[in-house]
């Protein structure tokens, strides 16, 4: 690293940072320091720190290069404190002429270092691990700035036609080029790992950047990019701050054009918000200046690799054989069901997992905003919704697609979220013959859901009274599933809830599972236990009339299979 003082010919004075050992100086923009005046070089010389001091390299041109005042040739030093460097009317100086002590490597060595040091306390040592990686991450983002610069260069140089090469081409092209720019340029630091940096520069160039480790890491849940120098991720429940960065707010903004552009979607000033996927269907949400004030953002929830069954939620504790039982009955015999919770508590999932156990032999219309449901039934027919272009116009809303998807012939409608009036087209669509229908709502109880779906009717701008916006929520829908998110980060169904009837202006609810919370455990997860109601749901009663075979026994208070 070089701390460099540059005073110009007017007296004004600036400190400069580079954080490699070499800081060229010149009037082309490819300096790191840039001066201005006809009697400049392009490239005029560098500030080099090597093992045995700062030097100075003049690279020839006509107007030199001084050192308190006399002219150098060639290579000058080792620079002492105090010395000042000419270039025709600017002054530089070297303010931290000490040599440094090499960045660790890795954070395990630098925790080594801090400790074997001379007696400190804890937190000194903290402290130094910490400014080191800071300090580190900074050089590694310098050197990649330089390097993304320097491939611009070639592939200028070289007039590399990037819209005539396929994806797969245009990655293994600039990889070579790449490789090719780290092994011949000196001023790369030796001490940092080449294919890294070839690897994260590639990444920004024609992938995600950073955030594809990110995506390739199994056990992240959530990407959260707050800004170029700010990403956390979500892990096993918990939020944590990543140390890995883009290397500038474009390249963010570079990073949500190319995941929205194959979509047909765009993002710029006149349309900052954008909602897309990921090719594995993860979930992406992405916000630009003017209305991001940090910079661009983006948010990505992923799915996982592995498609999750049933069983895989009784695995993580989110409900018990019996409630799964159950569920899988009420779907195949063509219930109604609202599945409601908050954000990020899993609605998605709980629908990918009871929409599996649709019958193949039945047509299914999806409709969604930005396609996320895995359905794997030979009928299906998936619909995403189009924002506008341009010009405002081609707009097609989850409304639009609902209703069109009433002329398609479908036995079950799936819509992935009700968020607005189509909320009255989805009830009016499972009032009329299409049973078995499902969707999800934002909501934290079955009552809130209730409420929620009444505010989303209204929203459709029908001036219905109340009563009969309720009574249409009670013929329509027969359970409302209730998946919750617990501070530790666990995700389970809370209550699954049967809808009765009215009685006056009041829908009647009926639970028949829920789960009873019983604190914390010593690994600071969510104690408790799913229990049966004691409840008889009306709509097993109506099974059991139908001569179907029923098993009432898992509705008894306390059922051991729970």
Known sequence: ???????????QRTE????????????????????????????????????????????????????????????????????????????????????????????????HAATSAAPASDADADDETNEQIAARAKEIVEVLKYLHQQLIKQMDLRRVDVNRQSE?????????????????????????????????VLDEVVGLGPLEDLIADESVSEIMVNSADEIFIERNGKLRK????????????????????????????????????????????????????KGANITIRKFSKKKLVGEDLIRFGSMTPTMLEFLRTIVEQKANIIISGGTGSGKTTLLNVLSSYIPKDERIVTVEDAAELQLSQPNLVGLESRPANAEGKGMVAIRDLVKNCLRMRPDRIVVGECRGGEALDMLTAMNTGHDGSLTTAHANTPRDCLARIEVMVMMAGMDLPVRAIREQIASAVRFIVQQNRFSCGSRKVTHITEITGMEGDIIQLQDIFLYQREGFGPDGKVKGKHVATGQIPEFYEELGSRGLDIDFNMFASGDKRL
């Open 242 to 293: 990543s140390d890995i960065t883009f290397t500038s707010n474009q390249a963010v903004v570079q990073a949500i054009e190319r995941i929205v552009t194959p979509l047909g979607r765009r993002i710029d000033e006149s349309s900052p918000m954008v909602d897309a996927r990921l090719k594995d269907g993860s979930r992406v949400n992405a916000v630009i200046p003017p209305l991001a004030l």
């Open 168 to 200: 797969d081409e245009l990655r293994d092209n600039t990889r070579v080029m790449l490789e090719e720019i780290v092994a011949a340029d000196r001023n790369i630091p030796a001490h940092l790992d080449k294919a890294m940096l070839v690897k994260r």
């Open 1 to 11: 690293m070089l701390l460099i003082a540059v005073t110009t010919p007017k007296g």
């Open 16 to 111: 400069e940072e580079c954080t490699i050992d070499t800081c060229s100086i010149g009037k082309s923009d490819e300096n790191r320091i840039i001066l201005q005046g006809w009697t400049v070089g392009r490239s005029h010389a560098t500030i080099q720190r090597r093992a045995d001091g700062v030097f100075v390299n003049d690279l020839g041109a006509s107007s030199g290069t001084r050192v308190n005042g006399t002219k150098i040739s060639g290579s000058y030093g080792p620079l002492k404190p105090g010395d000042k460097v000419t270039i025709c009317d600017y002054v530089l100086e070297v303010l931290d002429l000490e040599p440094e002590a090499p960045a660790a490597p890795t954070l395990a060595s630098a925790s």
